[in-house]
T-cell receptor
Framework: GAVVSQHPSWVICKSGTSVKIECRSL??????MFWYRQFPKQSLMLMAT?????????EQGVEKDKFLINHASLTLSTLTVTSAHPEDSSFYIC??????????????FGPGTRLTVL | GQNIDQPTEMTATEGAIVQINCTYQ??????LFWYQQHAGEAPTFLSY??LDGLEEKGRFSSFLSRSKGYSYLLLKELQMKDSASYLC??????????WGAGTKLIIKP
């Protein structure tokens, strides 16, 4: 149980285009999902916390108008990188907390999406 | 500020034992996690400690001392597949994970 999927696994796009990444909890409900970015040889960096039915909470330095997050259901959150540029190339990883395990704070990670902007 | 410290890289021999240390300073504490991450993949959960002491799970064990702000991950009977980065993360008072930079573990035959 507690499986999180991401789609697509990898994407290559031209500079200036927008890319949407989906994060789904397959066998549990997740009120809260998290979006991370990881550059090569660096640790995970939290970009934003996605809350079902409300606005996402962005970390300092993350542009909310550039990284649009929508968490319309208890099993799906999307991250849209708008007007992508080469510096946005990174490994994007989502995670989700299982509503049924509120007493246990584990986050379940998706497999990640590798974005390359040409 | 909040800070998680762990060694950048460690090398060990197949079949041996290795201990990866993690020290932390965070605003509040709701548990400490260890994750394994192979290159190009997402992290996978290894352990969770919220009370002091040792948690053993097969070849892997994790220890926590809240008073010292210290944890370690102990890997026994090392296998080549254990070559990966090991991430220490602390959940703060806002239930957000604060991540260490990770320890790259290199296993040699």
């Amino acid at each position: 149980g507690a499986v999180v999927s991401q789609h697509p696994s990898w994407v290559i796009c031209k500079s200036g285009t927008s890319v949407k990444i989906e994060c789904r909890s397959l066998d549990f409900q997740a009120t809260t999902m998290f979006w991370y970015r990881q550059f090569p040889k660096q640790s995970l960096m939290l970009m934003a916390t996605s809350n079902e039915g409300s606005k996402a909470t962005y970390e300092q330095g993350v542009e909310k108008d550039k990284f649009l997050i929508n968490h319309a259901s208890l099993t799906l959150s999307t991250l849209t990188v708008t007007s992508a540029h080469p510096e946005d190339s990174s490994f994007y990883i989502c995670s989700a907390r299982d509503n049924g395990r509120e007493s246990y704070n584990e986050q379940f990670f998706g497999p990640g999406t590798r974005l390359t902007v040409l | 500020g909040q800070n998680i410290d762990q060694p950048t890289e460690m090398t060990a021999t197949e079949g041996a034992i290795v201990q990866i240390n993690c020290t932390y300073q965070t605003s509040g504490f709701n548990g400490l996690f260890w994750y394994q991450q192979h290159a190009g993949e997402a992290p996978t959960f290894l352990s969770y400690n919220v009370l002091d002491g040792l948690e053993e799970k097969g070849r892997f064990s994790s220890f926590l001392s809240r008073s010292k702000g210290y944890s370690y991950l102990l890997l026994k009977e090392l296998q080549m597949k254990d070559s990966a980065s090991y991430l220490c993360a602390v959940m703060d008072s806002n239930y957000q994970l604060i991540w260490g930079a990770g320890t790259k573990l290199i296993i040699k035959p």
